[in-house]
């Protein structure tokens, strides 16, 4: 079964940083992209970041670039996204997501779905 | 960047009915759409991949249809846990966009 667990979400002062985590099992990692979606509250989905299979590839949402880095670790299984210079904006449900192959060309993205963990940037 | 829009953006029908929701592209996708359904409080679940497939355990009144610029998801017979928004999502090439959501209610 493939499970995904989100972790590192919290408050944080507009300004400051976080880094979430996204622990992954019950499939062979390396062998697929993976993705950040971000849904503000009452909002609609929003993806933010995705990274390739092997971690050499990714690429970012004009919203989030120059701000927020995705980086996969093939050994722990786990998914990260460095957000630095969080804005209100940034507010929201971030979740992890498991892509359909290597890369994310062409196959779908959202194949299976963290919890998601929350993200308050207020003062 | 090419924009995904859906409408409409919210419904109101009958148990039974047939439900359609389109998501239209501002340049052709070919067929690399998804379909998402996200009930009230709960994570968002893949329903359909490169614009028909119907992913695993997914019922078949769902379906979609359409490659280019314009596809369509239909609910054959709206069954009361269909209640929820659907999103369609573009994965030819980046950014990754979500339409808006389609809210459908009973």
């Known amino acids: 079964e493939v499970l995904l667990l989100e972790s590192g979400g919290g408050l944080v002062q507009p300004g400051g940083s976080l880094r979430l985590s996204c622990e992954a099992s019950?499939?062979?990692?390396?062998?697929?992209?993976m993705t950040w979606v971000r849904q503000a509250p009452g909002k609609g989905l929003e993806w933010v970041a995705v990274?390739?299979?092997?971690?050499?590839?990714?690429y970012y949402a004009d919203s989030v670039k120059g701000r927020f880095t995705i980086s996969r670790d093939n050994f722990r299984n786990t998914l990260y996204l460095q957000m630095n210079s969080l804005r209100a904006e940034d507010t929201a449900i971030y979740y992890c997501?498991?892509?359909?192959?290597?890369?994310?060309?062409?196959?779908?993205?959202?194949?299976?779905w963290g919890q998601g963990t929350l993200v308050t940037a207020s003062s | 960047d090419i924009q995904m829009i859906q409408s409409p953006s919210s419904l109101s029908a009958s148990v039974g009915d047939k439900v359609t929701i389109t998501c239209r592209s501002s340049?052709?996708?070919?067929?690399?759409l998804a379909w998402y359904q996200q009930k009230p409080g709960k994570v968002p679940k893949l329903l359909i991949y490169?614009?028909?497939t119907l992913q695993s355990g997914v019922p078949s009144r769902f379906s979609g249809s359409g490659s280019g610029t314009d596809f369509t998801l239909t609910i054959s017979s709206l069954q009361p846990e269909d209640v929820a928004t659907y999103y369609c999502?573009?994965?030819?090439?980046?950014?990754?966009?979500f339409g808006g959501g389609t809210k459908v209610e009973i």
């Open positions: 999502q573009k994965y030819y090439s980046v950014p990754l966009t």
């Open positions: 990274i390739n299979g092997g971690g050499t590839a990714m």
């Open positions: 019950g499939f062979t990692f390396s062998n697929y992209a």
């Open positions: 490169n614009g028909f």
């Open positions: 997501t498991k892509g359909g192959a290597v890369h994310w060309s062409y196959s779908p993205t959202g194949v299976a």
């Open positions: 340049q052709g996708i070919s067929n690399y």
